[in-house]
């Protein structure tokens, strides 16, 4: 074992590190989750509506980023121009406030994405509604800590407010040492660990060291400096967006095995913080120690799973030369390593895969793609499910980048249970065809769902009377043989008599099908109608219609 010194403290290799993660013995309330620009899967970047989802979702800390206008006021952007996120060009710092409020943001991380109709919000808007339910850091904000701590003072929420640094020690201490109030978050790598014992001389400590790395043999997260960093107050972060901030701790790596992923850095190296792009399945981990796509009894097919008979018989690729793929490196198919997920990538027009798929039992299955893309028309693909099947055609989402993976929804198809055959093909009449697939997700459809819907319509009503109608509609995959559906006034109406349909009961009523009625087909619809009296001038109340089938 080799054995490093540094800081008075012994260093040793990765093999501390290395011990089976166990996701029961972790509860959510071993980690605080940083939310990287909002929750921007849902809602633009740095928007209002992303915070308040992070809200939502009981996220404890929501990192934004801050540029300030030529006027002076503080905004939320990660970019010093407006070009990636909003309609509009041109830089901040050369714009007015009046000017950034006449442009509108576009969806998740921006790009060639649809523009919406929200606006650039402003650093006080975002303290406003936050309004201490979580904490918030002010990324890309050192250069403009004087104004936001005096706008974060005059708000009174310097307890949820943590500072960006991005000098030595020296000056975040002196910035921090002007009111005890102030947290600040400190970046850590191996090249500058040595400002650890630098703070501890200056007796000042930051709220949280944001710790990045390369491999496991690097000083700054070693469990003897782990233990020393908390055991003076501060909070030990981790970033899993990208490779640079963590090697093999990812999102992506987590999006198949969080166990080795974010619980590698709450077990095994102190997390406190993590800052993640996956907000939605790193809760759903904590909360339920799965994730969705893999606690839904989905068959996935992985893209690189792909036939085994070769160029030509098993796939076309345009490019036809060797992948160098992690998995089928001699094949022709484009791979790329996207962040720790490998992806079939640069999808172009005439290109074709076949896969296998086991079916576990006939039905209908809702099929979607794990893809990315760059642009607002990055292309189209069919999934062709051979003779007596219905094959499937989808327009690519634009997810912003090609390194950001989104489930895209593709459509519904009724498999037989076994072995199926099913070739992805691109659709060559779609323009700009440049996207990524990760894998192919079958998903089924739940048959014991409810499967019609029921609806109580009120046709006509005078002083003490009324007629209405009821409408079921099948919106299922099978025939409804017969129905019978239930209903209780609660304004003192009474049913006196209904047409196509048997009556019985007194509130509650019974509806039960006529012989001539009871089946309805997918798609299709049936009624019956009611007469009643009801109280004098008043308004007929439309009650609730209950069933089996009904929803």
Request: proline letters at 4%; hydrophobic letters at 35%.
């Amino acid at each position: 074992m080799k054995l490093v010194k540094m800081l008075g403290i012994s260093l040793i290799s990765a093999s501390c590190f290395i011990g089976v993660v166990n996701a029961q013995d972790i509860a959510r309330d071993d980690i605080m989750i940083m939310a990287h620009r909002a929750d921007w899967r849902a809602f633009p970047e740095n928007s209002l509506p992303a915070i308040q989802s992070a809200l939502d979702k009981g996220i404890e800390i929501i990192e934004v980023d801050i540029r300030m206008t030529s006027d002076g006021v503080i905004v939320l952007s990660h970019d010093t121009s407006v070009n990636r996120t909003t309609d509009g060009s041109g830089s901040i710092s050369s714009m007015t406030y009046d000017d950034i409020l006449q442009l509108r943001l576009r969806e998740y991380l921006g790009g060639e994405t649809t523009v919406t109709d929200l606006h650039m919000p402003t650093l006080q808007e975002a303290l406003e509604l936050i309004d201490g339910q979580a904490m918030i850091f002010l990324d890309k904000g050192w250069p403009l800590r004087e104004e936001a701590y005096e706008l974060v003072k005059s708000m009174d929420m310097l307890d949820y407010v943590i500072f960006d640094t991005s000098s030595g020690p020296d000056a975040v201490a002196e910035f921090g040492r002007k009111d005890n109030r102030i947290q600040q978050l400190y970046r850590i790598s191996a090249n500058n660990v040595d400002d650890i014992p630098h703070f501890e001389d200056l007796n000042y400590v930051p709220y949280a060291y944001s710790l990045n790395y390369n491999d496991y043999l690097e000083p700054h997260i070693q469990p003897d400096t782990l233990e020393r960093i908390q055991a003076n107050g501060t909070k030990v972060m981790y970033n899993t967006l990208w490779y640079g901030q963590t090697p093999d701790a990812t999102d992506e790596v987590s999006h198949f095995n969080p166990d080795a992923g974010w619980g590698r850095l709450i077990r095994h190296m102190r997390a406190d913080i993590i800052q993640t792009d996956n907000i939605d399945e790193m809760t759903y981990w904590l909360d339920n120690k799965s994730l969705p796509h893999l606690d839904n009894q989905s068959v996935i097919v992985m893209a690189d799973e792909f036939g085994m008979e070769g160029f030509g018989v098993s796939y076309f690729d345009s490019v036809a030369s060797p992948s160098n793929g992690p998995t089928r490196p001699a094949d022709a198919i484009e791979f790329c390593d996207k962040n720790g997920t490998h992806l079939m990538c640069n999808i172009r027009n005439d290109e074709w895969v076949k896969y296998e798929v086991t079916i576990p039992q006939t039905g209908y299955y809702d099929v979607s793609a794990r893809v990315s893309s760059r642009q607002q028309n990055a292309g189209a693909f069919f999934l062709e499910f051979g003779e007596g099947a219905s094959n499937l055609q989808h327009k690519v989402m634009n997810t912003s980048t090609h390194n950001v993976m989104m489930h895209d929804n593709v459509g519904e198809v009724y498999l037989d249970a076994g072995k199926q055959e099913f070739t992805f093909r691109v659709d060559n009449s779609a323009s700009n065809n440049n996207f990524n697939v990760h894998y192919f997700m079958f998903e089924p459809v739940d048959m014991s769902l409810p499967t019609a819907s029921c609806e109580y319509h009120i046709s006509s009503e005078w002083d003490n009377g009324f007629i209405a109608n009821v409408r079921i509609q099948n919106l299922g995959h099978e025939t409804i043989y017969g129905w019978e559906v239930d209903w209780n006034y609660t304004d003192g109406a009474k049913a006196d008599s209904v047409w196509n349909a048997n009556l019985r009961g007194n509130n509650p009523y019974t509806a039960k099908d006529l012989e001539w009625n009871a089946l309805i087909l997918p798609g299709q619809t049936v009624e019956f109608g009611i007469q009643g009296k009801k109280q004098q001038g008043n308004a007929h109340q439309i009650p609730h219609i209950n069933g089996d089938i009904c929803g």
